[in-house]
């Protein structure tokens, strides 16, 4: 499935069909999670799945924690 870029203000937002956002089943106003796969591919979250859920606490501990994170990597 093929989404087009689109110029927004200072930026670009990604414009899905409606095939997709069926299949994410989300509509306007809700949240998706961008996540980057080890084979360099991306997949699109609903934020509305636990796996969405699941990504948003963790998104929000590292960036409430960063320091922390980052001293138990080592």
Do not use: F
């Amino acid at each position: 499935m093929e989404a087009k870029l689109c110029k927004i203000e200072n930026s670009l937002g990604i414009i899905l069909p409606d095939e997709m956002l069926a299949h994410l089943q989300v509509v306007e106003g809700d949240s998706v999670i961008l996540v980057k796969k080890a084979n360099g591919g991306l997949q699109l979250v609903s934020g509305k799945t636990p796996l969405g859920e699941s990504l948003r606490v963790g998104l929000s501990i590292m960036a409430r924690y960063p320091n922390t994170l980052h001293a138990l990597s080592d």
